[in-house]
């Protein structure tokens, strides 16, 4: 059996159908295994960092496990950028990486490392040590990938391996660990908490995405007649047009959103680990009354201590959350408290809203967004400024339609996972949404969409400024305001675009941002919507906690 043949079957056989990465002799034999079989592709990366944000793409918008090759040293520690977001995300994806001869090891061989150096940004970290075994300790790393808390596990395989013919160990059928049914007496206490309360709320996160979940979260709120409050990994998981939509938890969180949740008396967190960027820090008031669901039995107790803990699946405790709510009589008030955060938001956000003109500012430009792309398109957004923004005013209606990078926040991860994103979900419309500083630290991507031929839509937020920076520097600091901008030497990403191949467009006012990206989104093949944008306009973690 020829390993690089069977490490493909292998793949194959556990429904991954794609293959992100760069070529390089190393892994050579596992591009001809590839190009010889009709169920599985490659997509080529123009740059390594990019193939595991690709990747995540693919496993956030789809919930399917993903997979990515690279050659060792430079590309492996390139992609290590998108392995750590990827844990932090708890995304399910199995990384292989091409490693140094064993007999070469330690001898400073071409782009040698340790293969610990990876340790601490993946699952596991798992080296293949001879080639009989290969396909078992693959099929190992794809079961540890997908078991829940899932994430991703690098499968170090040196490259002398991958030619070899040799009888493979085959791996046995694997019982992959299922997280335990939430402990009924928990569930009940539990109940009767948040029955109990006057003014409930819920606090959702990424984990109710990955376990599938936004039916029951939904169930179980409207059973409490609850404001649900989403984390920035939770955007999208509830509706933002139902009734109970009480707004985002992130660093621009402002006083609204804050005073719902202080002023509750009991409250459900449900798939998140109530971290330190989603609660400020943990100054966030919590009602001392709080139920934490997670799966990561360390997450209880940091930051918030809960009268329930309950280290336990989200879908499985909330559909017996769900029934032990069933019998009991709740007569609450959620929706007019909802509602009353929401217009505190809409409020503040007036007077930027009321810009038409270029330069836009982030809100009214997001927002002109919104009017012109689809309600069930993807969207890929990556980090920056104007993310922050995004998750206060850029409404979102279900779980896996919406991306963005957890605690990570990495940026020039927008363009690579819209990628991902178009790969796992071909007939649907996929947007990346990226600022001008995000975009040149992943430019090269826009010529992998020509290449490839993919068809996603970029929109590019431009105001020539890391302006989070730069506002930072001039209100803290001793610094010019604009420090970190570069108005002198300003990029027209329209005309790159079109010198690498894509179709592209520009709009100045609100009215012809939203005909504008609508009409990109409409066409045939790759297209990039310009859009300026002020670089002086407010940033959002100051604005809206003045």
């Known amino acids: 059996m020829k390993v690089a043949n069977e490490i493909i079957t292998c793949l194959v056989s556990n429904d991954i159908e794609t293959l992100f990465g760069i070529p390089g002799k190393q892994s050579l034999p596992l591009n001809e295994s ?6 599985i592709e490659f997509v080529m990366a123009r740059h390594e960092t990019a193939v595991s944000h690709q990747a995540w793409g693919y496993a956030e918008t789809s919930g399917k496990l993903a997979a990515t090759v690279v050659i060792p040293g430079p ?6 950028n998108g392995l750590k977001n990827a844990l932090n995300d708890c995304t399910p994806l199995v990384h292989i990486a ?10 400073d061989g071409i782009h040698e490392t340790p293969p610990d150096t990876y340790d601490n940004v993946v699952k596991e970290n798992v080296t293949v040590e001879t080639p009989q075994s290969t396909v078992a300790e693959l099929q190992r790393a794809i079961d540890v990938a997908r078991t829940p808390p899932m994430g991703p596990v690098r499968v170090g395989i040196p490259k002398n391996f991958l030619k070899m013919d040799v009888e493979l160990a085959e791996p046995g059928e694997t019982e992959r660990r299922s997280v335990a049914t939430a402990p009924g007496t928990k569930v009940e206490r539990a109940a009767d908490l948040l029955a109990d309360a006057s003014a409930p709320i819920v606090i ?7 376990s599938n979940a936004s039916d029951e979260l939904r169930r179980v709120a409207e059973r409490l007649e609850a404001p649900v409050v989403l984390t920035y990994k939770g955007k999208a998981v509830f509706p933002d047009d139902h009734e109970l939509a009480g707004g985002v938890l992130c660093g621009a969180t402002g006083t609204a959103q804050k005073a719902l949740i202080a002023e509750s008396d009991a409250a459900l967190a449900v798939g998140t680990d109530l971290d330190a960027v989603t609660m400020q820090h ?6 001392s009354d709080l139920v934490h669901v997670t799966l990561e039995a360390s997450d209880v107790g940091r930051g918030y201590e809960p009268a329930v803990g309950i280290v336990a699946d989200a879908e499985q405790t909330l559909e017996a959350l769900d029934d032990a709510l069933a019998d009991r009589s709740i007569d609450g008030t959620g929706g007019e408290r909802a509602r009353a955060a929401r217009d505190a938001v809409d409020d503040r956000l007036s007077a930027l809203r009321a810009v038409t003109d270029a330069p836009l500012t982030s809100v009214s430009a997001l927002e002109a967004i919104r009017e012109g792309t689809p309600r069930d398109a993807i969207v890929a957004v990556d980090a920056g400024g104007f993310r922050l923004w995004g998750l206060l005013t850029f409404p979102t209606y279900e779980p896996r339609k919406y991306v963005n990078p957890g605690s990570w926040a990495t940026m020039g991860s927008g363009l690579p996972s819209a990628i991902g994103a178009k790969k796992a979900n071909p007939d649907q419309d996929v947007v990346a949404l990226t600022g001008d500083g995000g975009l040149l630290m992943c430019l090269h991507e826009l010529h992998t969409l020509v290449g490839e031929g993919i068809d996603v839509t970029v929109v590019v937020l431009n105001n020539s400024d890391y302006a989070i920076i730069s506002e930072e520097a001039g209100r803290n600091y001793r610094m010019e305001p604009g420090e970190y901008g570069w108005e002198s030497a300003p990029v027209s990403y329209a005309t790159v675009a079109e010198g690498l191949g894509l179709e592209a467009m520009r709009a100045e006012t609100t009215d012809d941002v939203a005909a504008t990206v609508a009409e990109a989104i409409d066409s045939e093949g790759p297209t990039l919507v310009e859009i300026p944008t002020d670089p002086a306009e407010p940033q959002a973690s100051v604005f809206m906690n003045e």
């Open 282 to 287: 943990w100054t966030i008031d919590i009602p």
């Open 34 to 39: 590839i190009s010889e079989r009709d169920d």
């Open 75 to 80: 590309g492996d520690m390139n992609a290590m």
């Open 98 to 107: 091409v490693e140094t001869e064993p007999e070469i090891r330690g001898g």
């Open 204 to 210: 959702a996160g990424g984990g109710v995405r990955a």
